[in-house]
């Protein structure tokens, strides 16, 4: 079985993905938040050193509609090491992402799209896409079917599928929950290309929905905000056994002391993913919020022994 943690703005910032990959090795991997090419193109130190740690294990998800910029920021990656998977963003509907022609709104052209994706197949190591099932609110199996056939006949193997059309003009939230998911037509392009590895997301937080999937012979999973809100969440779903929680965060915390873009405020917020459901935690939250330097946060969690 393997996990992927989904790209998100505002939660998958390179602290939660750096506590992710210590507390669980090699069962999942880890995607930074959607960084436009033209930041990479323009500002590429600085924007690649505030969205990845040294030590990084995540992959890169980047969107574009220009394949000349795709292009452009694609070589300045080929030449970074600590990055060693680019994922392209073709399924977020969000109105400032669709302002620029990005993401879900870029699959209206898909000629367009193909001469996008011969630039980012220019990328090194490894590539992938991450999709929706549809564009507006009625099912369309021919848009996801031919979208697919490109991919696949692109080099693509490895695409990521929110099992859900997403829906232009509708705000971001509503997005996540309309139309209906429709994960029987993931298992249909699932057994359409079968040389591809597709792997559904989309409302992925529950045992009886894993279930589902690996009953149908699915064993890899994209899950997102589920897991950003309690990032033991496959834990306490019997999916996966986190051997040493401690060791885990005071690496973690180490790793997060040699950020350069250092911000205690989102590290107490990847910190408080963990404090769901555990003796104390409104106590342990009050005492974390008012601490002002990472060393005492390091202390603290070194002097006291939250979980068994």
Known sequence: MKYYIAPMMGYSDCYLRCLADNLYGESISTFSEMIVDKAIIHNEIKTLEKH??????????????DPKEIKESVQKLNQIDYIKHLNFNLGCPSSRVQE??????????????????????EYK????????????????????????KLFSNLGIKNIFIHCRNGVLNL???????IPKINYELFLKCRDKFPDLNLIPNGEINTKSTFDYFINHGVNHFMIGRQFAKDILFLEKIGLCKIENKKK???????????????????????IFTLLNDIPNSKKIRKDITIMDDINSLQNYFESNEFWN
């Open 171 to 177: 705000d971001t939230k509503k997005n996540r929950t």
């Open 248 to 270: 885990a965060i005071l690496k973690s915390i180490n790793e997060f002391i040699s950020h350069k873009f250092f911000n205690l405020n989102l590290i107490k917020k990847t």
């Open 52 to 65: 990845f740690l040294k030590n990084n294990r995540s992959a890169i998800q980047i969107a574009g509609s």
């Open 100 to 121: 620029n022609k990005l993401g879900l709104a870029l699959t209206k052209e898909p000629l367009l799209v193909e001469k996008c994706l011969e630039s980012v197949v």
């Open 125 to 148: 190591n490894k590539v992938s896409v991450k999709c929706r099932l549809g564009l507006g609110l009625d099912e369309d199996i021919n848009y996801i079917f031919s979208y697919l």
